[in-house]
Each structure stands twice: as structure tokens, then as C-alpha cells.
């Protein structure tokens, strides 16, 4: 089992890896609720270990698919930081750069 998503990039991103994951905790609900109905089913001991392993094996991808919705969530996040830091950063080097040319002297002086 595969769950896939598509995210659409900027503000839009972090709403489309909270839906993918609201998705994905739903599924595993599910796959929950299946694996507590199995215990209780009445069926041939090894078709019912089967069914068992198949459904915890199915959980576990659904776990590993939402740590890796989060741990892209993170990296987003963390790669807008750094982008706003050197915007700001680029911004008061053209500030401090403007202060310190000679026209800035000029008007502060004359």
C-alpha cells in the first residue's frame, strides 16, 4: 500500500502536508480498526497471522509515509528561514552599503 500526494509548493505547501498527513493518520485508524476486527474473527489460525502481519505491516508504512510528510514539512520550513535570513541580511547590506557611499555623507554633512 502507497499513499500518495502532491504538493503545490509556497504558502499553499505547509496546508498540503497537514492534509496529507490528516489523510494518512485516517488510514491508519482504519487499518487499526481492521487489525482489531481480525483478532476477533473466526478463521484458520494461520490465514488469521497472515491477515495480522499484513495489516501491522501496512501500519508501519503508513507511520514511516507520515514521518516522511513531516520531516519534509520541517526541511520546508527550515529552507524558508534561511531564505527570509539572507533576504534580510542581503536587505540591510544594501541599507548599510547606501549609508556609507559618499552621497549619504554629502547630504549629511553639507
Known amino acids: 500500500m502507497q499513499v500518495s500526494f502532491r504538493s503545490t509548493g509556497g504558502a499553499n505547501q505547509g496546508a498540503s502536508s497537514a492534509a496529507a498527513i490528516a489523510r494518512l493518520e485516517k488510514q491508519m485508524r482504519e487499518l487499526t480498526e481492521q487489525l482489531k476486527a481480525v483478532v476477533w474473527e473466526d478463521m484458520d489460525p494461520k490465514l488469521k497471522e497472515q491477515r495480522i502481519q499484513m495489516l501491522q505491516g501496512m501500519i508501519q508504512m503508513v507511520q ?47
Open 64 to 110: 514511516q509515509q507520515i514521518m516522511a510528510v513531516q520531516r519534509a514539512e520541517e526541511l520546508r520550513q527550515m529552507q524558508e528561514q534561511q531564505a527570509r535570513a539572507a533576504e534580510q541580511q542581503k536587505a540591510t547590506r544594501a541599507e548599510s552599503s547606501r549609508q556609507s557611499g559618499l552621497g549619504y555623507r554629502v547630504d549629511v554633512y553639507a
